[in-house]
């Protein structure tokens, strides 16, 4: 059997109080991730749809 790789699955996208963006992730082992990410300021970018 070979070595396990985990597997970010995403869980859930929120805003911490302090402008972030917070990603929750898990792996189907049980195992869980937290990541944070800086929010430039400045002129938002608006989606575009096809």
């Known amino acids: 059997m070979g070595d396990h ?3 970010r699955l995403s869980q859930q996208l929120s805003v911490s109080e302090e402008g972030k963006l917070v990603e ?16 430039a300021d400045g002129e938002q ?6």
């Open 5 to 7: 790789v985990h597997v």
């Open 24 to 39: 929750h992730s898990r792996c189907g082992c049980g195992a869980t991730w937290t990541r944070t990410y800086e929010v």
């Open 45 to 50: 970018e608006r989606p575009t749809w096809q």
